[in-house]
């Protein structure tokens, strides 16, 4: 920023001087021809130029040599400072009068008029300033702005902004001070820092203030001059940092809505290909499944072999599709925006329908249910949550031999409800046996039990998607045992049914 | 056995279609097919199938709006094949008027299954029937008694009128919403717990092992089927 040019005063009172002796001269030469009063007319508009010129301080020496040098060349008795005549006196008197008049008037006008232009100027590349920012669609723009607006001026100025996660960074560069950049961001003043006015730099740190929020802060540094802004620069250093504030603002904000709308486009976009996928792959499948399952049950002699092959292409098929919906979930759940329905429901509606879904598969084990009278009614999405008791089970019944007893328990504890289900199969691999809840992690590696491993990493998803806490142990009895909890929190008031 | 019981299948995809129909006809039902909804809208209105099978991903309507214009003018019984991710189709088409549904893949047996169960309930719908015998349990409606192996059993009003709701609507699946408004009033739709708690005591005086229940099923994220 330019401030009020100020010329260095010395020559100011040198060229009075000049001038006063110019007029004297002039006057000397022409002495013969003039009158007094023309004489000290010509003094005084040396003055008036003095004062338009240079100022108040040399148009008032002016003003007082003219009178001296009248009263010296002009009055007689010439050339000494005696005065014959009395009235004279009053003449130099109104001389000086109007002379220092002149000298102030006219400078203050002046000066006026040259902050009046002055202020013009700066309002007119203040504009100029905010229409390149309002153009600036990158932080290099706003940058280019600012440095074109201080462009001529002493100070360079250098903008921090916040970062991704909105902090006030670090930087390492020379000359910022991180401490007083954070003040002045936190603080949201204005703070001048003459600390390294020995090496010739002062600096003013400004907090960058938008509508929202402070977005950092503007450094001008200014070098080999002492920077100590007045108050009317301080007020126009504010408005360019609020300019660039509100330039940084709209950009975050522009950021921020490009990013919202890349996220909606691709979640979009990853449901439409879950969706595809799933419909595409589950049609096909279905009608293998059904044609198969036709051929098994059809009436039509047919040879053993050609049946139990039905049988093997229908259940594998079956297998497929349930390895499909197993990684289609987990696809859905590791996105990590699964909504869930949550209501307040029973265990036991869950557990019941869970074993009611598979029956068919065990009917080589016996179940046993043990139900905590008087269980709470839980917040949770039921069809998750059949999920996980379905994988469950059916991961007892996979490594549980035939004829032994999967007990399914439903109970509670202060904090939580829970739901345990412990087979009599070989349990965990103790060194296994908080890797079983990873994807594609199976007890025993390579066995013929079919499945890949995801059904308990699908459990440990959605129980965690509740806020609940999931675990595998090993019984002292043998077997394993997978139990989960989910948080009991404040269930909803069953008001008693009014029998009138 | 021939019967000329006939059923309609709305299917766009012609292999599942096939195994539809190849089933339905080994069970000498009468198959008719249609492959889009507009197709099977005007077959609905000539044949008059028994039962519908309908597939709610059709390419030319929503399969919701199909149920919706058929159920105008007609009360036959509609099974709905719907894959496991529209879980909220699903339930829509329940509440505005499907009877049933089956999750792709299914069996032969599954499919046969129910149809079987949906064309035997309709004609002679248990509205009017004095009683109703499951398990242990008869409910007479006339008396409005239910007892147990001989014993009364007493329940509230609620549980009573949950249990008459369900009763009348063997093998239907009703979802929350449908029970909700029968059973508490049109006010009370999202009262879930409610439901819940009514289905557990009803579970508790009427079946033999409430926690693995035969009669009271749960169609969980849909609602509640009663099964003979």
Redesign the interface.
Known sequence: MRLPLTSRPVYGYLTALLACGIITLINILLTDYFELANIVLLYLFGVFLIAWGYGRGPASVAAVISVGLLDFFFVSPRFSFAVGDLQYLLTFSVMLAVGLLTAHLTAKLHHQARLASNSEAQTQRLYELARALAGAISLPQVSTALNHYLAGSTYTASLHLLDKHDHLGEVSTDYINMQLARTAFESGEVIHSELEADRGVSQVYIPLKAPMRIRGVMLLTGRNIRLNPTQPEREVLVTVASLIAIAVERLHFIEVAHQTQLQVVTERLRSSI??AL??DI??????????A??L????ETMSDFSRSTAVVI?DQ??AM?HLL?NL?DMARLHAGNVRL?Q????Y??????S??LLKPSLAAHT?K???EPGLP?VQF???LL?RVVCNLVENAAKYAPATTVIEVRAYTTPSHACVSVRDQGPGFPSDKMTRVFEMFVRGTSESSTAGVGLGLAICKAIIEAHQGFIGAENCAGGGGCISFGLPRGT??R?EP?V?G | MAHDTSILVIEDDPPIRRFIKASLEQEHYRVFEADNAKRGLSEAATRKPALLILDLGLPDMDGIELIAELRHWSAMPILILSARTDEQDKIAALDSGADDYLIKPFGVGELLARVRALIRRHPAAPDGAPQVQFGEVCVDFINRSISRAGNPVHLTPIEYRLLSVLVTHPGKVMTQRQLLREVWGPQHGDDGHYLRIYVRRLRQKLEIDPAQPLHFLTETGVGYRFKL
Do not use: C, N
Request: glycine share 4%; charged share 25%; aromatic share 2%.
């Open positions: 879950l969706a799933s419909h589950r049609t096909p499948l279905t009608s293998l499944v059904g044609l399952d036709s098994v049950l059809s009436k229908r098929a079956k599709s919906g289609l329905r209501e307040w429901q029973l036991e509606d869950v557990i019941a329908s074993l009611q179940i249910v043990h139900l009614l999405d039921a069809v059949e269930p909803p069953i049914e029998i």
